[in-house]
């Protein structure tokens, strides 16, 4: 069983700062890459930022500059930090992340998303 928690969203005014943070845990061989997505219509989800396991890091067009993404394999986490929120960034954040079970294969697992609003 695995989960993967996030925390950090919330309230913020325009151009202010949040960071996110996704935490993985359960029976867990090894992580691969890990990443962050929003809702976009039809009920789909759009990559804001991803990273792999060797730190290549890859945004969304709508963020680069003001979005970064980390990750602590000691702790099985990954970090966003967003600076100079805008309206437009209000959503719901999602953490995806491709791991390893224990005794098992590769898959990609979600959280449970948290909600960023930015508004004044």
């Known amino acids: 069983q695995v989960q993967l928690v996030e925390s950090g969203g919330g309230w913020v005014q325009p151009g202010g700062s949040v960071r996110l943070t996704c935490a993985a845990s359960g029976s867990i061989a090894r992580i691969g890459s890990m990443g962050w997505y929003r809702r976009v219509p039809g009920n789909q989800r759009a990559l804001v930022a991803a990273?792999?396991?060797?730190?290549?890091?890859n945004y969304g067009p709508s963020v680069k500059g003001r979005f970064t993404i980390s990750r602590d394999d000691t702790k099985n986490t990954t970090l966003l930090q967003m600076h100079n929120l805008q309206p437009e960034d209000t959503d719901v954040y999602y953490c995806?992340?491709?791991?390893?079970?224990?005794?098992?294969?590769?898959?990609?697992?979600w959280g449970q998303g948290t909600q960023v609003t930015v508004s004044s």
């Open positions: 990273i792999t396991s060797t730190g290549v890091t």
């Open positions: 995806n992340a491709d791991l390893k079970v224990l005794g098992g294969t590769w898959s990609y697992h």
